[in-house]
């Protein structure tokens, strides 16, 4: 077994970990979840679940890396044999969204690309869906897309060299210069949208507070929801990524300053969209709400359209679909160490070894998402593996841990050996109550709405088929892992 590999600098550390929860859903997820759930008034929950749920799940995981310096699989089965397979869901979880998460790097990339002379043309909708995606009905797959299928391939060599080089030359190095890059870029988007005609209508939109919404529990589970997704908890990230911590190291504070660093960025990207969005709405005389979206329709459709009425457009293009490239290999560079690092340890292989195997199996899997139906895949995919794959695990993670094993009082202690901020009761409550009772308040609503109707219309066999089987088998792979020994047990 080679020597543990650690991060070259706390910054190091710290920017890789920003990277990690610094994603694509920070820029087309957090900004339209805000706006739906209140406005300004959804700040006060959103806040209110970072320091109940986000930070104390940030703390519990660096502090199980820190601890048990080992991958997440070996650090769960380290503090109960019983809990392996829990470690090795997570693993599968990130490995399946290792799988789509470059696709959308390389939308964004070509859309870098065609930034330069809007080759969306009028209608952004029909460019992407018909012209670009070339799309078929879900599940008629049809033929691979070259204008996804080259980008892809190109960002899995870019992934693999980064992840072959190690954590300190590559991991760390790459998020040096990603993260930095990422934040001028969106500081001169939200400058350049700030100066735009109608900025101030949108910004107004975005935080014009509807206090009536906070007496309304799904506000609440949709900040519990926004946090607990934004932040890479349940990953197997946090877990991998503390573990290559010096054992001098101050965990609390780590987990504050990634905490609030991601929601940060969160609040810049809702100010940068919102302003772009206002002027949008002035162009069109439209009010805010008519031209508000979420997810890929905002980033590949709205925005395309607001960039072609922009001075300076191509520039414009190019900072917010660079943006988007900036993010996205940041978080799968992350999201790609959890399986190098499981398979390493658990077969007792070198790293690079565990690099090829590992990327090699991605990459192929990920090729099923460059045909025509691939945009329905992967959005089928990504819905299933976050509401019962990432919140789920979440959930058994913390019972497991908390009500079975006990071991939050030790992970406390261990925590406050290092760190400088002392955590104290208010942390057991929010890991063993408040944060297990949302996660399973939002497991209950999410199954009472996918079990009375089908997700987008997609037909029933197709849900079946890449929703709720891919969901399923993560947990059966995590399971399944659990049957080989580790080296040491053999």
């Excluded at 199996?361 to 895949?377: E, H, K, T």
């Amino acid at each position: 077994m080679e020597k543990r590999s650690q991060w070259g600098t706390r910054l190091g550390f710290l920017l890789a970990a920003m990277g990690s929860a610094i994603g694509l859903g920070n820029i087309w997820r957090f900004p339209a979840t805000a706006y739906a759930n209140g406005g300004g008034a959804f700040f006060i929950p959103y806040l209110f679940a970072l320091i109940t749920a986000g930070i104390p799940m940030l703390i519990m995981e660096y502090t199980i890396g820190h601890k048990y310096r080992s991958s997440a699989p070996r650090a769960f089965k380290r503090i109960s044999n019983g809990m392996e397979w829990i470690g090795w869901w997570q693993v599968a979880i990130s490995f399946v969204i290792s799988t789509y998460y470059p696709i959308i790097i390389s939308w964004a990339s070509m859309y870098t690309y065609f930034s330069f002379t809007q080759a969306w043309g009028a209608d952004t909708e029909a460019f992407f869906f018909d012209d670009f995606l070339t799309i078929t009905d879900p599940g008629v797959f049809g033929s691979m897309v070259p204008n996804v299928l080259y980008p892809l391939l190109i960002i899995w060599v870019f992934i693999f060299i980064i992840l072959f080089r190690g954590v300190k030359k590559g991991i760390e190095l790459a998020n040096k210069i990603f993260i930095p890059l990422l934040i001028i870029c969106f500081v001169m988007i939200v400058i350049r949208a700030l100066t735009l005609p109608g900025a101030l209508t949108g910004l107004n939109a975005f935080f014009q507070p509807d206090w009536s919404a906070l007496a309304n529990g799904s506000v609440w589970v949709a900040a519990y929801g926004q946090i607990f997704f934004s932040l890479s908890i349940a990953f197997a990230i946090m877990i991998t990524f503390s573990s290559y911590l010096p054992k001098k190291s101050d965990i609390t504070n780590n987990a504050f300053i990634t905490g609030f660093a991601n929601s940060s960025f969160e609040l810049l990207a809702g100010i940068g969209v919102f302003a772009a969005l206002g002027f949008m709405a002035n162009q069109t005389s439209q009010p805010v709400s008519e031209v508000v979206d979420g997810g890929i329709g905002l980033a590949f459709v709205v925005f395309p359209e607001i960039i072609s009425q922009m001075p300076a457009s191509a520039f414009f293009g190019v900072l917010f679909f660079g943006s988007l490239v900036l993010a996205g290999l940041s978080s799968m560079v992350s999201i790609s160490e959890t399986y190098i690092a499981g398979l390493q340890e658990k077969f007792n292989i070198s790293r690079r070894t565990a690099v090829i195997i590992g990327t090699c199996a991605a990459l192929l899997v990920s090729l099923l998402y460059a045909n025509q139906s691939g945009v329905f895949l992967l959005d089928t995919v990504d819905y299933f593996i976050n509401n019962y794959g990432v919140a789920l695990v979440g959930l058994i993670e913390l019972v497991a841990i908390a009500w079975f094993a006990r071991e939050i009082n030790k992970l406390k202690e261990h925590a406050n050996s290092v760190s400088d901020i002392l955590i104290g009761s208010w942390w057991n409550v929010a890991l063993c109550v408040i944060t297990p009772v949302v996660l399973g308040y939002m497991m209950i609503q999410n199954l009472r709405t996918d079990l009375t109707s089908q997700y987008e219309d997609y037909p029933i066999e197709f849900l079946f088929n890449y929703g709720w089987m891919v969901a399923l088998g993560a947990m059966v792979l995590g399971v399944f892992m659990t049957m080989k020994k580790w080296p040491e047990d053999k």
